[in-house]
């Protein structure tokens, strides 16, 4: 597939918002600003503007069925994402909606994580862990607790490092690659300063997606939502992930529309592990009486090696370090590398699975 269009890719979360704003407006979209209170990096020494989550929408009143498209619930994985959105717009995508279908594309969910190059939100919880009912008993991730340590430790001489990942490589070998994979990013609720936190409290991203899905019309009785990530699986590569057990109605829906490279977190088929606190499984309760398919779309970048120091190194710098320390301009460029393959062969499968999955999302949900 060849892509006539300007690049929808950007060098920054503010060229992308740009971008996709003027390609929802050149698609005649309506648009509505979920502004927060917090600035983005300074430009030329100025305060950046405030940072804010942009929802784009189509032909929403009285629509029966609804596609939600969204981008960067992990920050900066939304450089993908975003790339997505802008690529859908210019590509023509209100002109293959049939009648009674409205869209929503939510743009940058969690602007603070994609403006600062982080997975996180500004709280630094992981969006996607941080859908669960704070007024009860928090999960607890006994694992995690026990490699906590090893997971984000203190410094990150070379030395430190090399013990660190020892007791890791341990954990693996005792029990299993797939079991310190889930220790580590199923979510954690006890470790605020640690990596896949998933808060004390709702964050503003939260809310924002709160008040989101509160608008869905009340005429959908059918909601396909697509939540764009990257970070895991092979490079390029795009995973549709589901949080449904195999012979549900929900999996054998996404099955029948998308094929077999839907893979479910609960029977182990994924490359991700089985989450707690999800958006997808939010959808349960925000949009109950519909027939909600929610799926992740997820790309692979780097090694999960790779991503995981990439990970280790960010979170030390926001906790222990400072942004104008020597090493943190290093610390950057490596996340955001981490979840953004900036080259021509990563940018194009990208944007053509994202393609062949949006339709495929449209001819499944007018079935
Ligand atoms: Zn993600």
Redesign the pocket.
Known sequence: MTFKMSDPFSNSYAEARAKFRAAADRARMGMEVYTSALQGPSVDGKPGPLLACDVAGHQLKGAERVLVLQSA??GV?GYCGSACQTMLLDSGIIQRLPPGMGLMMIHAINPHGFAYDR?VTEENVDL?RNFVDFGGQLPRNADYDLLSDAITPPDLDPQTIRHANDRLKDFSTQRSPAQLQAAISRGQYHHPDGIYFGGTKPTWSRLTFEGIMGRMPDSATKVAFI?F????GPEGYGELIIEEEPGTDAYERARHWYGTSVKSTLSGESVSAQLVGTIDASLGWLLRDREVTAL?L?FGTVSSNEVFAALRADNWLSIHGRPDAPEAAEIKARIRAA?YVETDRWKSAILTRAREVVDQAIAGIGT
């Open positions: 619930t992990h994985e997975r996607n939540d990530h990257t970070g895991l992740a997820e979840f």
